[in-house]
């Protein structure tokens, strides 16, 4: 799957925002609970009709992408999204919806301080005023 979408996306570099055009999108990040999370509202939204997500928790872009490319262009997109990647797809996927779990250090060797996590978070939010957020208010960092 991870090496199928870095070929698309070496390939076509707006790939997510192609296979996103004109999906309803929902998507789901934090630290820890991502795939339990989004295998849920996958489960949920599914009642509505046909949904479009990775059973795997394929979460960077490479997974991201391969993901929208396995579904029919019409499927609702719930997506898990790693945490660092989340501003990213956000900006390619236009969703309705953005779940946000906890956010904690982890993987420092790949993830940034969590307080500049928190900050791209804060900044993709101001510039994405129409969607509505699901925030753990149990979470400091994340409900800021």
Known sequence: MVVGGRVMLKLAPDAIADLANGRVAALVSATNGKTSTTR????????LGPVVTAATGAN??????TTLASGPPDATAVLEVD???????????????ILLGNLSRDQLDRMNEVAMTARKW?????????????ANADDPVVTF
Do not use: I
Request: hydrophobic fraction near 50%; proline fraction near 7%; aromatic fraction near 2%.
């Open 40 to 47: 849920l509202l996958a489960n949920a939204v599914e009642q």
């Open 60 to 65: 960077m872009t490479s997974g991201v992408v």
């Open 83 to 97: 945490e660092a990647y989340l501003p990213m797809v956000t900006a390619a996927t236009k969703p309705r919806v």
């Open 122 to 134: 804060r900044k993709m939010l101001a510039e994405n005023p129409d969607v509505t957020v699901v």
